[in-house]
């Protein structure tokens, strides 16, 4: 889980892609980076050849911010991808510029605003990032387009839950290397790859990218969903700790839904389901139409607090998460292809003609 | 600056769709640079130069198309409603002229409303062509409109309507002619549809199959009173494009442009966008992801009638992308 | 094909239950309707339903024509402590049509029913407010959480259970939009071969975002596209002087610009001149509403000139809709000429 204190917003992928690369090479038969700057490792399968494919999708990148301006010193902000700004005062940061320089991100105390004022989130342009440097060398050192990633250690909660910051998505990236991990020891007929797509939080951009290269015959995106909180219990919120969602509706498809769910239970992995009747608004939604279309399934992993720097989960989730899928692989006959309810009784009255 | 050529090109009719007469005008000025000429299922011009076989396979895009409105129903009275094609804003309309592919013309005017709501709808607007019923309406639900709106220079200011982004068009034209010994394969773009959803670009970047492209459009600025934070300031330059709403530029494409920027003795300045995109972002994803950037002019009161550049940053912009593509 | 058989498939592809993502009775309804009557069929990854009917030879033109077989409707999503089902819309549902109505839950069809607090306990600025969906379940009998979630587990489909039945001189169904389409298709493949190889593609997740047209076009990679569809007429009495987006009885509307795609100008005129030419009354949509496969298709590849034709029906995307089968009919004159007239000249001209 130390991968979620990695540097990554969207675009700015590159540092956490390095250390990923030395993370996975023992597992892979082969690993490229592509032009979008996804990184797809390949794990050969061991049936015949035409080996079909099956990929893993999980996003690298985290929300951040970006400068936009810079004013007597102080450094005007805007976000990359859906940053909540109500949880952004009194954060330390770091300010990717010419080096990497801390920060923490300040705006005018309640003194001196009036009483309507305080009562209110402070927008984007009253925010600022405060380095502690005189203009000039700010200048030197900072451009207008320089990201900026929020600093936050990983913390050991009771009960085996931890928070930080980028659980969404380092969670699923982590269950995707177990998962590397455990199949580099198991056979399986197909080949596998593994890809940390980029770009997701600014719309699933290296996911439909990646997924048009790799063309797989299957794929299985991994992201995070909502967890069960204090203030929020209703519908498409699900408890930590009792495994991850597996998704329904017309982004998955319903066979490929029923395999995986029928892995967890063979697993004895407790799992939710999570009925999505549009878009999943994940790397499934944007890979389940490249080219001809590819079946795709969704686990996602239960976060408190998402999009905040307290996003909080149940290591167990993760395991589970990166266990069935490696299981699901690992089962997959060279043969097999997902079909539809009514192509099987056509089969079936023919063969009996 | 050839102001002739400008004003052939602003003034032309072309919202997106309908970008034919636009596309007539280009296709003249880029046929003798050209080593081929096409235009695609979607309308898109495409000039390509061919390059020494060492070069890369690069796309420079710009669109064809502008906003404007569309008919959407004649009423008894003889006055029309409209839907807008592309981000036309209500405010922007009261009292600007249209003019049809026919050549009418009509004034857009607010219906008397209860509400003082500073914003109208675009329900509340509608088109008078000076008919006096139904059957005397020369044009037809269907029709498509552009506003009406001359080309001034003013000092190095250049004001009209349409330079979203018949300025783009106007930068390739001029560039075709100055990289005639670009080592790269050049495919000079002139799109169709971008302000409704960068559509040709799109189609026109899967056929293509470029190894980098780059569009060449507009962006907003942060120099208006009371303006949002925004660090890019009219005549301080071409904007690289770092990041806007829909696109997150390459690195080795913005790099590309700094380092033209630098090597050109252009100012230049850096774009973040919170609002807006361009060609690029459509390009970007063509196939499996195309290394995209932009290159922005600087322009005030985008998508009015009366948008405002400035000569120099169009001037500077030439330079930038020729010495880019050397 | 006869007037009565043409209402005939209408009304049976009305009553077929299939909600976007869960298309599989529609296909299973399609299939002996397309028996014979083309050369290839397969079913893809999405789930759309994919026909070839080979040409004359005459033309080496690839054209695609499609109708979507999905439909709006519900998806159960949770269950409540006295067996109520709470449901999500799937595609774009009118909430305020729902409270009062009979719906379908699941393969095995159970009745269920949507009833809102009587009007009695409504305060009267709860009877002003239309109840959004969230606020809304539907009762199929369970009398507790568990029954409910066995009797209809998350994920289960819910749709309107409305039976098509003639009504005056129109029919009356659910679905039209776009079972109008799937009808006119069908019929289309009843036809006689065409000059070049006819794709024809029941798409599947349209309205959820243009989903299963996306692949299609791309898998088929074709020089012209038309869509076929049931869309909106808006033509009851108003009192605002306001366009009726289309009305019934004024035969075929073309599509010239909504919120999906341009038609392209050349392929409207065409079609244009073609329906004057041979008396076959149309009428232009209103610009600016809705959207349609076409607009997934004009953008796969490198670009595919494409045309929306549609069957004006009233009501759609509630639970009984409206269509006047002169209309279903001119539209399959129109299209069948339409493709029959098409040649590559007419494509490299534009
Ligand atoms: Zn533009
Ligand atoms: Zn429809």
Redesign the pocket.
């Known amino acids: 889980m130390q991968l979620s204190e990695a540097v990554g917003p969207s675009g700015q992928e590159e540092s956490i892609r390095l250390q990923l690369e030395d993370l996975w090479r023992p597992f892979t038969t082969t690993m490229r980076a592509d032009a979008m700057g996804n990184l797809i490792a390949m794990q050969q399968g061991s049936g015949p050849e035409p080996r079909p494919a099956v990929m893993a999708a999980a996003h690298l990148d985290e929300i951040g911010l970006i400068v936009t301006q810079i004013e007597e010193g102080f450094l005007h902000i805007a976000p990359i991808g859906g940053t909540d700004r109500r949880v952004l005062l009194g954060l330390e940061v770091l300010v990717h510029g010419r080096e990497d320089i801390p920060g923490l991100i300040g705006t005018r105390p309640p003194h001196v605003l009036s009483a309507e004022e305080r009562q209110k989130t402070v927008p984007w342009e009253k925010l600022f990032v405060d380095v502690g440097l005189p203009a000039e060398k700010v200048n030197q050192l900072v451009h207008v387009g320089d990201p900026i990633s929020i600093r936050q250690p990983l913390l050991t909660l009771e009960n085996g839950r931890v928070a930080g910051k980028a659980f969404d998505n380092r969670a699923s990236v982590v269950a995707l290397t177990l998962a590397l991990e455990e199949l580099a020891q198991r056979e399986h007929a197909w080949d596998f790859y593994a890809v940390a797509t980029v770009q997701e939080e600014v719309g699933l951009k290296g996911a439909i990218t990646s997924a048009y290269g790799i063309n797989p015959q299957l794929a299985v995106a991994l992201d995070v969903t909502f967890g069960k909180q204090e203030d929020d219990s209703k519908i498409g919120v699900f408890e930590l700790d009792k495994g991850p969602t597996i998704g329904l509706g017309p982004n998955f498809h319903p066979q490929l839904f029923q395999r995986i769910e029928a892995t967890a239970k063979e697993l004895e992995i407790p799992y939710h389901l999570d009925p999505t009747p549009g878009a999943s608004g994940t790397d499934a939604w944007g890979i389940q139409v490249a080219r001809e279309g590819i079946p795709t399934s969704l686990l996602s992993i239960p976060v408190r607090y998402m999009h905040q720097p307290v996003e909080t989960l149940a290591r167990r989730d993760v395991e589970r998460t990166g266990r069935l899928l490696a299981t699901f692989v690992a089962g997959l006959e060279s043969s097999y292809r997902p079909g539809w309810e009514d192509e099987v009784d056509e089969t079936a009255a023919r063969s009996d003609q | 600056m050839n102001l002739g050529l400008l004003t052939q090109l602003t003034q032309a009719f072309g919202p997106s769709g309908y970008e034919d007469k636009v596309r007539a005008l280009i296709q003249e000025h880029v046929a003798p640079w050209a080593d081929e000429l096409r235009t695609d299922p979607l309308g898109n011009l495409i000039a390509y130069h061919r390059g020494n076989g060492k070069g890369q396979k690069i796309v420079l895009a710009a669109h064809m198309d502008e906003i404007g409105v569309m008919v959407s129903h004649v009423d008894k009275e003889g006055y029309l409603r409209f839907t807008r094609i592309g981000g036309v804003y209500p405010l922007h309309c009261i009292g600007s002229r249209v003019r049809f592919a026919d050549g009418t013309h009509g004034v857009i005017y607010l219906e008397h409303r209860e509400d003082t709501s500073p914003s109208p709808k675009l329900t509340q607007l509608y088109i008078d062509v000076g008919a006096t019923n139904k059957d005397d309406v020369p044009v037809s639900v269907g029709a498509p409109a552009v506003f009406v709106r001359p080309l001034v220079q003013q000092g190095e200011r250049l004001i009209s309507k349409a330079l979203d982004d018949r300025i783009g068009c106007y930068i390739l034209i001029e560039l075709l002619q100055q990289v005639q010994d670009s080592p790269h394969d050049l495919y000079f773009l002139f799109s169709t549809q971008e302000e409704v959803g960068l559509r040709g670009a799109r189609t026109a970047a899967f056929s293509i199959n470029p190894d980098m492209a780059i569009a060449v459009d507009v962006t907003i600025t942060g120099d208006t009173p009371k303006a949002l934070p925004m660090a890019v300031t009219l005549g301080d330059g071409p904007a690289i494009k770092v990041q806007d709403s829909g696109m997150i530029a390459h690195p080795k494409v913005r790099q590309l442009l700094v380092d033209a920027a630098r090597k050109a003795k252009v100012p230049y300045q850096l774009e973040v966008l919170r609002g807006g995109t361009t060609d690029a972002a459509a390009m970007q994803l063509t196939r499996a992801g195309i290394p995209s950037g932009a290159l922005s002019i600087p322009c005030r009161y985008i998508h009015s009638p009366s948008e405002m550049v400035d000569s120099e940053d169009v001037a500077n912009a030439i330079k930038l992308l020729a010495a880019a593509l050397a | 094909m006869k007037h009565e058989r043409l209402v005939d498939i209408l009304q049976s592809l009305s009553n077929v239950m299939s909600t976007s993502g869960d298309e599989s009775e529609m296909r299973r309804a399609l299939r002996p309707l397309l028996a014979g009557q083309v050369d290839e069929l397969r079913v893809d990854s999405l789930g759309n339903l994919i026909t070839l009917k080979k040409g004359t030879g005459e033309s080496q033109l690839r054209v695609l024509v499609t109708a979507?077989i999905d439909e709006v409707g519900m998806m159960v999503v949770d269950h409540t402590p006295d067996g109520a089902l709470k449901v999500q819309a799937v595609g774009g549902i009118d909430d305020r049509l729902l409270p009062g109505l009979n719906v379908c839950v699941g393969k095995e069809q159970l009745p269920g029913v949507i009833g809102i607090k009587a009007i009695h306990h409504s305060s009267s600025r709860e009877r002003l407010k239309a109840i959004p969906l969230k606020e809304l379940s539907v009762d199929i009998g369970a009398e507790n959480r568990k029954e409910a979630q066995r009797l209809a587990p998350v994920g289960t489909r819910v749709t309107f259970s409305t039976q098509a039945h003639p009504l005056g001189e129109l029919i009356a169904g659910k679905a039209f939009?776009?079972r109008a389409?799937c009808t006119a298709l069908v019929a289309l493949l009843h036809e006689e071969p065409f000059p070049f190889d006819l794709y024809g593609v029941f798409t599947v997740q349209?309205?959820v975002g243009l989903r299963g047209a996306r692949v299609a076009g791309y898998a088929v990679a074709p020089a012209v596209a038309f869509v076929l569809?049931?869309?909106i007429a808006d033509d009851l009495p108003k009192k605002e002087d306001v366009g009726p987006t289309s009305q019934i009885g004024q035969g075929p509307v073309l599509t010239v610009m909504d919120r999906s795609y341009i038609s392209a100008p050349w392929l409207l005129r065409y079609t244009v001149q073609l329906a004057e030419k041979l008396g076959i009354p149309y009428q232009f949509k209103q610009p600016g509403i809705g959207g349609?496969?076409a607009g997934a298709i004009h953008l796969t590849r490198g670009g595919v000139p494409s045309l929306t034709l549609a069957v004006p029906c009233r009501y759609?995307h509630g639970p009984i809709s409206l269509l006047k089968p002169a209309d279903l009919e001119a539209t399959i004159t129109l299209t069948s000429a339409a493709l029959r007239h098409l040649t590559a000249e007419q494509l490299a001209n534009n």
């Open positions: 979507h939009d776009d389409g349209e309205e569809e049931g869309t349609t496969d759609i």
